[in-house]
């Protein structure tokens, strides 16, 4: 079965980077994109960008663009996301998600990754 | 960028009754990239309708969406116990990038 399993919750201080991962199992990795959705305390949904584990193609939602850096290692079907210079309202819990390229969505989803960034 | 606006906020209704939730989006939308999810408290969203109006795997059909353009609708026909939770919508555009709806909190009258 398709499975999507998240490395732990975090804890950065403003200004540090954190770099949270998403190993895949029971599925072709490199048959589908992975992409990043981050949820702040009590807040909706946001996009954050999308990675082709087939080539590594990337693209990344305009408010992180700079900051933001996906990866994935098709060895170990695993992605990366990387996100700098945080900040507290960073703060939040990070998704990994499978993309389906035919209808551009979310299938499966990693169990998130709460990331809390204070001084 | 295409905004989605979901409407109600949140909707209270009893176990029984009829849902209905919108998604209104800034500009035209290709039915082909409009998405339902479903997300309860301390997990992660569930995908239940892609392609504007097809159930994904598993989903009781009791769930149904509709709509084109800018104009689309959840509708969950007779609400059980365990659907009461947060829904959003999803729209895939080019680049790619995708946005999603703020959400509608569907809770027990």
Not at chain 1, 23 to 37: D, E, Q, R
Not at chain 1, 53 to 73: F, H, W
């Amino acid at each position: 079965q398709v499975q999507l399993v998240q490395s732990g919750a975090e804890v950065k201080k403003p200004g540090a980077s954190v770099k949270v991962s998403c190993k895949a199992s029971g599925y072709t990795f490199t048959s589908y994109g992975i992409s990043w959705v981050r949820q702040a305390p009590g807040q909706g949904l946001e996009w954050m960008g999308w990675i082709s584990a087939y080539n590594g193609n990337t693209n990344y939602a305009q408010k992180l663009q700079g900051r933001v850096t996906m990866t994935t290692d098709t060895s170990t079907s695993t992605a990366y996301m990387e996100l700098r210079s945080l900040r507290s309202d960073d703060t939040a819990v990070y998704y990994c998600a499978r993309v389906d390229y035919d209808f551009w969505t979310f299938d499966y989803w990693g169990q998130g990754t709460l990331v809390t960034v204070s001084s | 960028e295409i905004v989605l606006t979901q409407s109600p906020g949140t909707l209270s209704l009893s176990p029984g009754e009829r849902a209905t939730l919108s998604c209104r989006a800034s500009q035209s939308v290709s039915s082909s990239y409009l998405a339902w999810y479903q997300q309860k408290p301390g997990q992660a969203p569930r995908l239940l309708i892609y392609g504007a109006s097809s159930r994904a795997t598993g989903i009781p059909d009791r769930f149904s969406g509709s709509g084109s353009g800018t104009d689309f609708t959840l509708t969950i026909s007779r609400l059980e116990p365990e659907d009461f939770a947060v829904y959003y919508c999803q729209q895939y555009g080019s680049s790619p990038t995708i946005t999603f709806g703020q959400g509608t909190r569907l809770e027990i009258k």
